[in-house]
Nanobody, 122 residues
Framework: QVQLVESGGGLVQAGGSLRLSCAASGRTFSRYAIAWFRQAPGKEREFVAGINWSGTDISYTDSVKGRFTISRDSAKNTVYLEMNSLKVDDTAVYYC???????????????WGQGTQVTVSS
């Protein structure tokens, strides 16, 4: 069993930065891949970035490549999403999720956090 809690969301101007954290509980956290998804109003939940248990497999959706960085600190049971050069289109609720491998489909993840709101103003 893995429990996930996101934090770090907020309101930021376009071009600004935020760092999201996904804190996990559970002794088996280090065995899981962790991904960040986001969901804007009226849109489907979409994959943003994912990292496997060892940090050797990292994926990003095209729209965030070069701007977002995912990383994990297994000693702290935490995965981070560093978001730079934020755009208005990045506005969404951001969720972290745990699964066996990094996949872009939401159904591939067994555990989800409650989400954190990111709002980017123009």
């Amino acid at each position: 069993q893995v429990q996930l809690v996101e934090s770090g969301g907020g309101l930021v101007q376009a071009g600004g930065s935020l760092r999201l954290s996904c804190a996990a509980s559970g002794r088996t956290f280090s065995r899981y891949a962790i991904a960040w998804f986001r969901q804007a109003p009226g849109k489907e939940r979409e994959f943003v970035a994912g990292i496997n248990w060892s940090g050797t497999d990292i994926s990003y959706t095209d729209s965030v490549k070069g701007r977002f960085t995912i990383s994990r600190d297994s000693a702290k049971n935490t995965v981070y999403l560093e978001m730079n050069s934020l755009k208005v289109d990045d506005t969404a609720v951001y969720y972290c999720a745990a699964g066996l491998i990094v996949v872009v489909q939401a159904r591939g993840y067994n555990y989800w956090g409650q989400g954190t709101q990111v709002t980017v103003s123009s």
